[in-house]
Nanobody, 121 residues
Framework: QVELVESGGGSVQPGGSLGLSCAAS????????MGWYRQRPGEERELVAT???????KYSGSVQGRFTISKDDAKNTVYLQMNSLKPEGTGLYYC???????????????WGQGTQVTVSS
């Protein structure tokens, strides 16, 4: 069974900071990658940042240098620290988990329920 529980988010003024966290329950599976995606109203979901099992990170160009993704393997939790937020950072932020099973032969993914981030003055 796979379950993701997101927390954090909220409202902040431009230039402010917010943090998100996502805890994964992955009984019987192995985590390959965890990450955050953002969906603005009327737009498709887009990648914000991901972190793989070996710590390799990937960022969208629009957040590079302002956002930091990290993880705590002991807690199966991924974090997103968002600094210098801009109004275009507003949207629903979804946690995504890519997990392995069958001795790493098979992979699947799961999504969190989404948490709202609003950047406005």
């Amino acid at each position: 069974q796979v379950e993701l529980v997101e927390s954090g988010g909220g409202s902040v003024q431009p230039g402010g900071s917010l943090g998100l966290s996502c805890a994964a329950s992955v009984s019987g599976y192995s985590i390959n990658t965890m990450g955050w995606y953002r969906q603005r109203p009327g737009e498709e979901r887009e990648l914000v940042a991901t972190i793989s099992y070996n710590g390799r990170t990937k960022y969208s160009g629009s957040v590079q240098g302002r956002f930091t993704i990290s993880k705590d393997d002991a807690k199966n939790t991924v974090y997103l620290q968002m600094n210098s937020l801009k109004p275009e950072g507003t949207g629903l932020y979804y946690c995504k988990l890519v997990y392995e099973y069958g001795f790493g032969i098979s992979m699947d993914d799961a999504w969190g329920q989404g948490t709202q981030v609003t950047v406005s003055s």
